[in-house]
């Protein structure tokens, strides 16, 4: 790998980090770029052509590396995240260890993982998501909303609202909303009711294979749709959208040391202090 565009967040403090990765890259013969509308913010040159770019390096919290990755997903080029938010499930690079990093890309010390996203289709229009896809309650109305897989009818749960996570946003929204971790690597889906008003109702994993299909069947006012933490439009009275994991994949590069289960049991522990 020769060329990497850096795509910093400013509010986390990356810019000391970022200025470090341009340093080493450099010594090692490497290019460093970056987005037009970061121009003039730290010594790198602007990238032209997105094609050329061999890895994107984002330095900031999950919530960075998630919009970075649906805006340059279609580059199909691997991600690899410095952790200089909080969590860091997807952005795991401690930023003090950013040249031994690049060092391991340099050296193909490193693993990759293959995630999947998931497609949201209403009536209308199709959305990706990489975390999850909400239908929520819209008041202080509880909302009444049947959940269906493959054209069969599970149940109708009564709720805040209804999650649906790929395997990647399992350790996001679904784990606060008591959801089951998946591995991430995994094309499953977890349906996960939010705040149910019933002690039946329980996250269900399904098959990548599948489609699942939500309708709100109990609600004064009109429930809104939610993928990745934006509204992107709303149901009414049965009104239905289905949600399935898509063609559409990503890639991360991981460098950081430890599996899986590691990062994840550093980061839970977190939450408990």
């Known amino acids: ?140 109305h509880v909302l009444g909303v049947e959940i269906g897989v493959n054209g069969q009818r599970i149940e109708p749960v009564r709720a805040d609202g209804i999650l649906v996570a790929t395997a990647t946003g399992s350790t996001a929204y679904n784990l606060s909303a008591g959801g089951p971790i998946l591995m991430p690597t995994s094309k499953n889906m977890v349906v996960t009711p939010i705040c149910a008003h019933s002690l039946s109702a329980r996250p269900i994993v399904i098959g990548g294979e599948d489609k699942i299909s939500l309708t709100v069947c109990s609600s004064d006012e009109p429930a809104f749709i939610n993928v990745d933490g934006d509204n992107v439009g709303s149901l009414k009275q049965d009104q239905s959208i289905e949600i399935f994991i898509g063609e559409e994949t990503f890639t991360l590069l991981r460098l950081s040391e430890g599996s899986f289960f590691t990062v994840l049991r550093n980061k839970l522990s977190t939450w408990e202090q």
Do not use: W
């Open 1 to 140: 790998m020769k060329n990497f565009l850096l795509i910093p967040n400013f509010k986390r403090n990356s810019l000391p980090f970022v200025e470090r990765a341009i340093t080493f890259l450099r010594q090692n013969g490497c290019n460093a770029f970056c987005r037009k509308s970061d121009e003039g913010a730290f010594d790198a040159t602007v990238c032209n052509d997105l094609n050329a770019i061999d890895c994107i390096l984002v330095f900031g919290g999950d919530g960075t590396m998630l919009k970075a990755i649906k805006k340059y997903l279609p580059y199909k080029k691997p991600f690899a995240g410095i952790n200089t938010g909080r969590v860091g499930y997807l952005s795991d690079i401690d930023p003090e260890k950013v040249e031994e990093a690049l060092g391991n890309i340099f050296t193909s010390d490193y693993s990759t993982e293959e995630r999947a996203t998931l497609r949201v289709q209403t009536k209308e229009e199709s959305f990706l998501g990489v975390n999850e896809a909400v239908v929520h309650r819209s008041s202080a």
